[in-house]
């Protein structure tokens, strides 16, 4: 894999890693994690009471995918 190096550098300057397998394993966890956010955002959860929302989270296994 081809990396620009320079960019490596800066991304572990904001994720706070050392080496760039794990910055690049970090980055990439982000933006899935970013993604799940906006998919989540996106839904209209205000007809849902909190007993609803209980039962379809434990009824969903890996509900934030």
């Given at each position: 894999m081809?990396?620009?190096l320079d960019l490596v550098r800066e991304a572990q300057e904001v994720l706070g890693t050392?080496?760039?397998t794990e910055t690049v394993h970090a980055a990439l966890r982000e933006i899935v994690r970013r993604r799940r956010l906006e998919r989540l955002l996106r839904h209209?959860?205000?007809n849902?009471?909190?007993d609803e929302i209980r039962r379809s989270r434990w009824e969903t296994?890996?509900?934030a995918r």
């Open positions: 081809n990396v620009d050392q080496g760039t209209d959860f205000s849902l009471d909190v296994e890996g509900w």
